[in-house]
């Protein structure tokens, strides 16, 4: 009896199979040659309606494949899902089950291994279990302004990841700071946040991945270059996510960088004065003292007007401005024994309405009190006081530049202000914006970028530096506001595309729809189903 059936069982195991191209003991699915039995050995396969298999093996009906949901181990294959999408445990060609899943059952989704509050890390998780509100959020990513240290071995579920605050400007960088440059100015490559700054040195800025300005051909930028966050390391968008372009969430304060530059006004020592310092007059502004364009380095260029030898009535109303070429080429450049240079920082607060202001205020602007000539060994500059119905009315150290770069992503709707006394010259791409040459009272003028986006040769989308040139030249007043309104650039807001077969961030799952019922719910949770 035994002997008997177990052809008849063998020839319908081959039937169940041999859609799926699966050989069990050698036998062929069908066709002649096959064991006999009493099903009548030479017969096309019966029970595969419309994918009958030919004598030498599939035909393309029921030829093996790679997304038919049926695993065939003689073509390779170590998973099949049912679909030939990578990025949901089973790669495209099916050779490969991709890392952190497990495919145990052909035909179904694979199984996504990493579950945030199991205590070791895995996929885009950045730390494990959940430290809500000190480092580690409910999702296994790291709160803005934390680092997480790596969970322990063997993991332990029940212990909350170790996190400590991260500190932008210690010069230690870790999270997902970008840069650490010891400080938390703007405007010098690292900004006041530790997200990467363009470099403009050149006079065309040039924007680095993780610097928060989003330009071609980068997919994305979200102002940091850690992987797991929708946006990569290399600024392209990740598998599974959706980036769309913000400029939402804009700094509370920007704290610019400014080169500010000691000259002699007042000698109290060896040193002579400074030529183009205290020597001259205005009531107004004289246009005109500088080149509309900044030279190959980005300097300015005196014109040549209103100087020793060349003041004509019509260009010059208040008479002589400046000296000589020589003279006026050390205002902002570096020149040992004319001008001690001095680092400092413009810090521009958020308004309420979202620009940007520094106001000296009545207080007055002398931003190299105490740093300069007059506190040299000997001193080699006295003090000055101050007009006390304009400033404060004390002594104070007069006679110096301040120099000011940053850049700018241009989107329309920019405006610039300047209010204060005396030269006062801005640059955006290197052409000449706003001019406030001369000596002169406090003058306030603004330039709407969109009304000069000709002249000044931008477009909408590109990234242009400011260069601002300051020069307080006379006593005895000194005051200087700067407002900026509209600059922010575009940058990268990123979030998990659930729905796409393809499981990051926060998801739980996601099986390529939007559907209750199925295992994986609408929004990417898993779900009990109970058939």
């Known amino acids: ?41 030479g017969s096309p396969a019966a029970g595969g309606a419309g994918g009958s298999c030919g004598t030498n093996g599939a035909t393309d009906g029921c030829r093996p494949r790679c997304g038919d949901g049926k695993l065939d181990p003689t073509t390779g294959e170590v998973c099949d899902d049912g679909n030939n999408r990578p990025g949901d445990g089973c790669a495209a060609d099916c050779k490969t089950i991709e890392k952190d899943y497990a495919c145990p059952q052909p035909g179904r989704p694979c199984v996504y ?36 240290d790596p969970p322990p071995t ?29 400080n938390t100015v703007d405007g ?17 800025c040039v924007s680095k991945c993780g610097d928060g300005v989003k330009l071609r051909p980068e997919g994305c930028d979200d102002g940091n270059t850690a992987d797991g966050d929708g946006c990569a390391h290399d600024c392209t968008i990740e598998g599974g996510f959706t980036c769309t372009d913000s400029t939402t969430g804009p700094p509370t304060q920007l704290n610019l960088a400014a080169r500010f530059r000691d000259f002699i006004s007042f000698p109290a020592g060896t040193k002579p004065r400074h030529p183009d310092f205290e020597a001259f007059t205005a009531e107004d502004v004289t246009l005109n003292l ?57 810090l521009l607060a958020q308004q309420t309405q979202g620009s940007y202001v520094f106001d000296s ?3 007055g602007f002398f931003p190299v009190d105490g740093k300069g000539w007059t506190v040299t060994n000997p001193a080699m500059e006295d003090v000055a006081t101050a007009d006390a119905t304009v400033n404060d009315g004390r002594n104070h150290d007069f006679g110096f ?23 006062l010259w801005i640059f955006i791409n290197r052409a000449l914006a706003l001019d406030l040459g001369g000596l002169h009272h406090r003058i306030e003028k603004s330039i709407n ?11 909408v989308g590109g990234l242009y530096e400011i260069a601002l040139f300051h020069a307080e030249r006379h006593s005895a007043a000194s005051n200087f506001k700067l407002t900026l309104t509209g600059f922010a650039p575009t940058s990268s807001s990123c979030r998990s595309a659930c729905g796409d077969g393809v499981k990051a961030a926060n998801e739980e799952c996601d099986d390529g729809n939007n559907q209750d019922g199925d295992g994986c719910s609408r929004d990417c949770r898993a779900e009990i189903v109970i058939p």
């Open 449 to 459: 970028i969109d009304q000069n986006a000709a002249g000044l040769g931008v477009t």
């Open 401 to 423: 530049t301040s120099e000011v770069r940053y850049f700018f992503q241009y989107r329309g709707g920019e405006t610039l202000t300047f209010s204060g006394d005396d030269d």
């Open 188 to 204: 010098d490559g690292c900004a006041s946040n530790c997200t990467l700054e363009p470099d403009c040195s050149s006079g065309t």
């Open 361 to 363: 205020g009545n207080r």
């Open 154 to 182: 063997p993991p332990n579920a029940s212990q909350p990841a170790t996190c400590h605050k991260t500190v932008c400007g210690d010069g230690v960088r870790e999270g997902i700071e970008a840069c650490d440059d010891h």
């Open 113 to 148: 291994l990493v579950k945030c509050g199991d205590g070791a890390i895995g996929g885009v998780e950045q730390c494990d279990p959940p430290n809500v509100g000190r480092g580690c959020s409910a999702d296994c990513r790291l709160e803005p302004g934390y680092i997480c």
């Open 1 to 41: 009896m035994r002997a008997h059936h177990r052809p008849v069982l063998a020839m319908m195991t081959a039937l169940a199979l041999g859609c799926a191209g699966i050989r069990e003991g050698g036998m062929a699915s069908s066709g002649t040659g096959g064991r006999s039995g009493g099903l009548g050995g």
């Open 290 to 346: 500088v080149k509309a364009t900044l030279d190959a380095n980005g300097n300015l260029v005196m014109e040549g007007r209103c100087s020793a030898g060349n003041v004509n009535a019509t260009q010059c109303p208040y008479g002589q401005q400046v000296t000589t070429a020589a003279n006026f080429n050390q205002w902002y450049r570096d020149v040992a024994g004319v001008n001690l240079t001095i680092p400092g920082t413009l």
